[in-house]
């Protein structure tokens, strides 16, 4: 089944404790990316890679990292997370042929007390 | 100002009604347009794409309009399961196709 994957789904952290949520894709996609989701502010993009080793900043990429060893994978990283991170993540993947159609994970809701 | 802006709603309508929601956005250079469909606590899907020409599918219908820089969706016959929040997406051109602004979506609920 073609998907994308994200782990953890629910995680609460305390600030500074720094972590990583994961994100993997079965569809060969070049294009991943991630985005956070806050009430009334919609979907925010974080972080781009439009392929191995080719990553780039989004709107709000302060406090987070990324990196792209392999085409499946793409981990967000907070190194100090802190209480304005608190929010929902969605990563997603896509052919750069066709960016618009993203194929988004699940989501991992993360709270940082 | 938002990029791409949304009337949150909701959008409170029987079943059979038809519903029909706007998305402005601000960058008159922006090139493609869609819809994506959120379902409570689910992931977003592409609903489907808007042209300047108008886009049908079903019972949905998006347009264009690059004078007034909006876009919209309409439904027929809503149905229950139409219940989900709506997003405007809009992909601008600023050195390549390779980002997707996404709006804050519209709230629609179904009721019987």
């Known amino acids: 089944e073609a998907q994308v994957t994200q782990n953890p789904r629910y995680l609460i952290t305390v600030t500074g404790k720094k972590l990583t949520v994961t994100c993997s894709q079965n569809?060969?996609?070049?294009?991943m990316s991630w985005y956070r989701q806050d009430p009334g502010l919609g979907l925010r993009q974080i972080y781009y890679s439009m392929n191995v080793e080719v990553t780039d900043k989004g709107d709000v990429p302060e406090g987070y990292k990324v990196s792209r060893k392999e085409k499946r994978n793409f981990p967000l990283i907070l190194e100090s997370p802190s209480p304005n991170q608190t929010s929902l993540y969605f990563c997603?993947?896509?052919?750069?042929?066709?960016?618009?159609?993203?194929?988004f994970g699940p989501g991992t809701r993360l709270t940082v007390t | 100002r938002k990029e791409v802006e949304q009337d949150p709603g909701p959008f409170n309508v029987p079943e059979g009604a038809t519903v029909a929601f706007n998305c402005t956005y601000s960058n008159s250079a922006s090139q493609s347009f869609f819809w994506y469909r959120q379902d409570c606590r689910k992931e977003p899907k592409l609903l489907m794409s808007v042209y300047s020409s108008g886009n049908e599918d079903g019972r949905f219908t998006a347009q264009l309009n690059r004078a007034s820089q909006y876009i919209s969706l309409l439904i027929r016959d809503s149905k229950l399961s139409d219940s989900a929040t709506y997003l405007c997406?809009?992909?601008?051109?600023?050195?390549?196709?390779?980002?997707?602004?996404f709006g804050a979506g519209t709230r629609l609920a179904v009721h019987p």
């Open positions: 569809m060969n996609h070049e294009y």
């Open positions: 997603a993947s896509s052919s750069t042929l066709a960016i618009y159609e993203q194929y």
């Open positions: 997406v809009v992909i601008p051109f600023s050195g390549g196709y390779n980002k997707l602004i």
